[in-house]
T-cell receptor, first 115, second 114 residues
Framework: AQSVAQPEDQVNVAEGNPLTVKCTYS??????LFWYVQYPNRGLQFLLKYITGDNLVKGSYGFEAEFNKSQTSFHLKKPSALVSDSALYFC?????????????FGKGTTLSVSS | NAGVTQTPKFQVLKTGQSMTLQCAQD?????MSWYRQDPGMGLRLIHYSVGAGITDQGEVPNGYNVSRSTTEDFPLRLLSAAPSQTSVYFC?????????????FGPGTRLTVL
């Protein structure tokens, strides 16, 4: 069965420092991996996705993620954190390879950036 | 484009009441889905649809009904609300629902069942 794990409930980082939000996955076949961000009292916003090709994926708001097949990981990174990056981050994997595939979400990681 | 819209934003129900959460998208997407978000559990799929007239169950379908009479609309019905259905509900859509599709989410409906 496909699954996603976000091992940290919360990540704290100072503004200007690099940040990493961790995600590991378990999926049969090719993984299709996504990151979403949720700001307080808002819906989920798409950040980036890995489908195939370059292991380093660049997304919105300066975020990037590195796909590592051997470690089955897809960590979200940003070189210099902003206070406005504080939010709830979800990693997700697509199940199946046909129409109607659903996103399987991790439990989420709260990122807190202090000034 | 308005994207994915949901109404209402907030709702309080009493146990046993019924209601419909509305979801609409103006992107001509074939695939639409409903998730519920509970603290510490991420988002879980309730029902989904790959096109008008076609719906299927997700991970947690009990207590919910859906229909898809048009491409644009995908309402979620609670037949007899229970406190366990207190949650935040998100509707999402994507062009075809394929594995590489990006899903776009609505702003959510916060439901409390007393």
């Amino acid at each position: 069965a496909q699954s996603v794990a976000q091992p940290e409930d919360q990540v704290n980082v100072a503004e200007g420092n690099p940040l990493t939000v961790k995600c590991t996955y378990s999926v049969s076949g090719n993984p299709y991996l996504f990151w979403y961000v949720q700001y307080p009292n808002r819906g989920l916003q798409f950040l980036l996705k890995y489908i195939t090709g370059d292991n380093l994926v660049k997304g919105s708001y300066g975020f990037e993620a590195e796909f590592n097949k051997s470690q089955t990981s897809f960590h979200l990174k940003k070189p210099s954190a902003l206070v406005s990056d504080s939010a709830l981050y979800f990693c997700a994997v697509k199940r199946g390879n046909q129409a109607g595939t659903a996103l399987i979400f991790g439990k989420g990681t709260t990122l807190s950036v202090s000034s | 484009n308005a994207g994915v819209t949901q109404t209402p934003k907030f709702q309080v129900l009493k146990t046993g009441q019924s209601m419909t959460l509305q979801c609409a998208q103006d992107m001509n997407h074939e695939y639409m889905s409903w998730y519920r978000q509970d603290p510490g559990m991420g988002l879980r799929l309730i029902h989904y649809s790959v096109g008008a007239g076609i719906t299927d169950q997700g991970e947690v379908p009990n207590g919910y009904n859906v229909s898809r009479s048009t491409t644009e609309d995908f309402p979620l019905r609670l037949l007899s609300a229970a406190p366990s259905q207190t949650s935040v509900y998100f509707c999402a859509s994507s062009p075809s629902g394929g594995s590489t599709d990006t899903q776009y989410f609505g702003p959510g409906t916060r439901l409390t069942v007393l």
